[in-house]
């Protein structure tokens, strides 16, 4: 059974950092594309970024560009994300995911993920 589980949320200023870091297990990490999500209540789930299995592909929302890095540790099954120059506007649960097939690309579509983690509170204060 594949598991998901992210840590790193927490309160930050406006300006501020903060790391996520993913866990997964009960799948071929180093196989697996891995990527990160944001949602809001009442809003749809946002694409954050994702990482292709060996690293060297990544893919970014529009919104996180040149704040975030997702960066992966294979050999550790956990996946992070770098987040810096918070703003008010990055407050959602995040969210890590893998997607159903093995050795794709940097999806961003989140149709194509369809193993998720319980999430994680990121909140950025004014």
């Known amino acids: 059974q594949v598991q998901l589980v992210e840590s790193g949320g927490g309160l930050v200023q406006a300006g501020g950092s903060l790391r996520l870091r993913c866990t997964a297990s009960g799948l071929p990490f180093s196989q697996y594309t891995m990527g990160w999500f944001r949602q809001v209540p009442g809003r749809e789930r946002e694409f954050v970024a994702s990482?292709?299995?060996?690293?060297?592909?990544?893919a970014y929302g529009d919104s996180v560009k040149g704040r975030f890095t997702i960066s992966r540790d294979n050999a550790k099954g956990t996946v992070h994300l770098q987040m810096n120059s918070l703003k008010p506007e990055d407050t959602a649960v995040y969210y890590c995911s893998a997607p159903g097939n093995a050795y794709g690309p940097a999806y961003s579509n989140k149709n194509h993920y369809i193993h998720w983690g319980q999430g994680t509170q990121v909140t950025v204060s004014s």
């Open positions: 990482i292709t299995w060996g690293g060297k592909t990544t």
